[in-house]
């Protein structure tokens, strides 16, 4: 029988007893990024986080400045510099800057 996780903006969200559980730590992935692809760096500026996408030449093309991860992550995925696993990792080095911003802790780009 299904269970009731509670509520997620007003709606009733299910459990089903049927679903997929996939056990992601025992996968394997390629390590790194097709050579040419462009790459960020990020950090904390002015109390600001600050996102630059350099591209395959090594050119500091465009910086994303801005205090919100969410509206950085948005930005920077909707202008579709790199493919999906990229694009995660940078969003999860966006959140853990904006961390690190609110609570006054050193930030350094993994």
């Known amino acids: 029988m299904p269970k009731i996780l509670g509520k997620c903006l007003g709606i009733e969200i299910t ?3 049927d679903r997929e559980i996939v056990l992601c730590d025992e ?3 390629p390590c790194g990024w097709k050579e040419g692809d462009g790459y960020f760096l ?3 500026e002015a109390g ?3 996102v630059g996408y350099v591209d395959g030449n090594h050119n500091l093309d465009i910086e994303f400045r801005g205090s ?3 509206k950085l992550i948005r930005e920077v995925t909707r202008r ?3 493919d999906k696993p990229h694009a995660a990792y940078i969003a999860a080095e966006i959140i853990l800057a ?3 911003l609110e609570n006054g802790l050193e930030y350094i780009q993994r």
């Open 15 to 17: 459990i089903k007893p």
């Open 27 to 29: 996968l394997e992935f």
């Open 42 to 44: 990020v950090k904390i």
């Open 48 to 50: 600001m986080i600050c």
């Open 68 to 70: 919100d991860p969410d």
């Open 80 to 82: 579709d510099f790199v």
């Open 98 to 100: 904006g961390h690190c």
